[in-house]
Structure formats: C-alpha cells, structure tokens
T-cell receptor, first 115, second 111 residues
Framework: GAGVSQSPSNKVTEKGKDVELRCDPI?????LYWYRQSLGQGLEFLIY????????KSGLPSDRFSAERTGGSVSTLTIQRTQQEDSAVYLC?????????????FGEGSRLTVL | EDKVVQSPLSLVVHEGDTVTLNCSYE??????LLWYKQEKKAPTFLFMLTSSGIEKKSGRLSSILDKKELSSILNITATQTGDSAIYLCASKVQGAQKLVFGQGTRLTINP
C-alpha cells in the first residue's frame, strides 16, 4: 500500500479480554516499530522488527504483551488480559534503513480503550 | 537511561507570532536528533539534525542542534492556524535501531 496501514482504528474492550492490533507496513520496508502513546504523552517504544526477527523488544511493558511479524511484512501486536492502564494509541511505523535519514513512516494508530 | 525532554509542554499563541520549541537530550552515543509534527494521528517527519550549529530550514520552520548544550530548538515564524499540532522531538542512539521520543509540545495557534 501507499502508507502504513493499521487496524482496527478504534477498539473498545473489557478488562481481562485479549486484543490483537495489526500493522501493514509500506511495501519493501524491512524495519517495523511499535510505539505506544498515552493521553498527553510522547511516544513510548515497544518493539522493533528487522525482517521477521525482533532484535529489540526492550519496551514491552509486561509478558502480557507480544508481537510477531510474518513474511517480513504484516505485524500483529497482541495484548493478553488487558488492563485499564493499557488504554492508549498504539502506533506502528516502518522504514527502509533507520540509519540513513532517521525517518519513520507512521500509521494513524489503533486507539485502544479498556473499560 | 536515555531521555529526551521537551519544553514547554503546551503553548498557545496568536496567528502571526513566532514560537520557539525546546528539546534537550541525555543519551549515550548520540547519533541524531529528529523533529516530527503530529496533527491528528500519524506523526510526520520534519527534520533530522546530526551536526552542531547547522540550521535546517523548510519554509517558515527551522531547527538547529547544539551538541555542547545537548539541545535543539524548533522555530516557527509567522505562525498559522495550520501549525497547530503536537511537535515531537526524538533522538537516535548509535547502535540502536529505535528513536527515543520526548513528551511533545502541544502548540495551539489562535486566529
């Protein structure tokens, strides 16, 4: 696609349920990132993929959070047993090679609300 | 721990004013400093700075890095209502394939 596509754009769930958020990066971008943005806050790094492997998952807040990437393309972020503090906008970004320009191309995010 | 801090967190000005947004960083093995604009949802790239003292310009926006002071500023002259957004500063660290972001500055331009 032309840009980074994320789905769903909005998700409301009950505490304790599992959710899956999907990211479809720009075609050909080998690097993929997940960030989280809580209300009024900056972007918090969660995980980075290079191809299908995740050399840096240092930002995942707990073992309830996991992510995978298949075929070097689509990525899924899964949050198990959601808690109210998980409510945030989850942003996905992709890039060719971060070292060159530092430019990440962001999707519009998935807004998660945990009741 | 790598850290990026922005100030002010919020700023309200009138159309036509000039604004200066600040960003300071404390990171190991600094590589570059980046500015993004977030209007509604997706942040969009503005500038990347690697060398101290060299100004980057794009229209009414400009930015400069001061490596001695570990800081950067983003200037916007003759502001317009369309400049209203959250401005995010981020640092890339050598050897790490990620950006560390500040909290952002919410800029509101009133007509």
């Amino acid at each position: 696609g032309a840009g980074v596509s994320q789905s769903p754009s909005n998700k409301v769930t009950e505490k304790g349920k599992d959710v899956e958020l999907r990211c479809d990066p720009i075609s050909g971008h080998t690097a993929l990132y997940w960030y989280r943005q809580s209300l009024g806050q900056g972007l918090e790094f969660l995980i980075y993929f290079q191809g299908n492997s995740a050399p840096d998952k240092s930002g995942l807040p707990s073992d309830r959070f996991s992510a995978e990437r298949t075929g070097g393309s689509v990525s899924t972020l899964t949050i198990q047993r959601t808690q109210q503090e998980d409510s945030a906008v989850y942003l996905c970004a992709s890039s060719l090679v971060l070292a060159d320009t530092g430019e990440l191309f962001f999707g519009e995010g998935s807004r998660l609300t945990v009741l | 721990e790598d850290k990026v801090v922005q100030s002010p967190l919020s700023l309200v000005v009138h159309e036509g004013d000039t604004v200066t947004l600040n960003c300071s960083y404390e990171v190991t093995n600094f590589r570059s400093l980046l500015w993004y604009k977030q209007e509604k949802k997706a942040p969009t790239f503005l500038f990347m700075l690697t060398s101290s003292g060299i100004e980057k310009k794009s229209g009414r926006l400009s930015s400069i890095l001061d490596k001695k002071e570990l800081s950067s500023i983003l200037n916007i002259t003759a502001t317009q209502t369309g400049d209203s957004a959250i401005y995010l500063c981020a640092s890339k660290v050598q050897g790490a394939q990620k950006l560390v972001f500040g909290q952002g500055t919410r800029l509101t331009i009133n007509p």
